[in-house]
């Protein structure tokens, strides 16, 4: 069966300073990978997808940045916070162009 | 561009009941492909049920059931005999065809609370 992790579960960072969100997934090959963020009572924005190692595209610009550096992970990064940072982001996998399942979070508060 | 509307912001409903919830999309491509999600308290997001374009028939998954009117660009969520754990955000979502590999448009979500 497929697994889906995220580290951390939360994290409290000062602004400006570095951030790396890492999500991995275990059980499927190849998958599509996404992250999205979600605001506190929000709805769910992605920002970025990956369909293959080495390559990611962004939809949203946020000051963020995603790198795959293996078929099974997903890491999100930025090396100065802003406020507007904090939320919850989730990390999800796909097999082409089928469902989503999403990852459990971490939530980020900025401060 | 592909957009998703809910306009019910929360509903109240007793248990073993039936709620229904709305959801409006835009798209210019023939082919897309539809999705409902819960997001429990805990802030877990699960996958619920999908509808694909060109098939006429609703899709149904244990109690929930969706009612796909094409023309008007709808798909309702029905919840039928509600339990307490039902209580949750629930999210409809859109992909377009040509872009099978990109993410989900997500509307603003509906609050669904059942009480006993």
């Known amino acids: 069966a497929q697994t889906i992790h995220q580290w951390p579960v939360a994290e409290i960072k000062a602004v400006g300073s570095p951030l790396s969100l890492g999500c991995t997934i275990k059980g499927k090959s190849s998958p599509n990978l996404y992250w999205y963020w979600q605001a506190t009572g929000g709805t769910l924005q992605q920002l970025f997808y990956s369909i293959t190692v080495g390559q990611v595209e962004s939809v949203v610009q946020l000051n963020l940045s995603a790198s795959r550096p293996k078929d099974d992970q997903f890491i999100l990064s930025t090396e100065k916070l802003l406020l507007s940072h904090s939320g919850f982001y989730l990390c999800?996998?796909?097999?082409?162009?089928?469902?989503?399942?999403f990852g459990p979070g971490t939530r980020l508060t900025v401060l | 561009a592909q957009k998703v509307t809910q306009t019910q912001t929360s509903i109240s409903v007793m248990e073993k009941t039936t709620v229904t919830m709305d959801c409006v999309y835009e798209t210019q491509d023939s082919s897309y492909f539809l999705f409902w999600y819960k997001q429990t308290a805990s802030g877990e997001i699960v996958f619920l049920i999908r509808q694909d374009s060109y098939k006429k028939e609703n899709a149904t998954v244990g109690h929930y059931s969706l009612n796909f009117q094409k023309p008007k660009s709808s798909i309702g969520l029905i919840i039928t005999a509600t339990q307490i754990e039902d209580s949750a955000v629930y999210f409809c979502a859109m992909r377009e065809g040509r872009s099978y590999a990109q993410g989900l448009t997500f509307g603003l979500g509906t609050r669904v609370s059942v009480f006993p």
């Open positions: 999800a996998w796909s097999l082409l162009g089928d469902e989503q399942y």
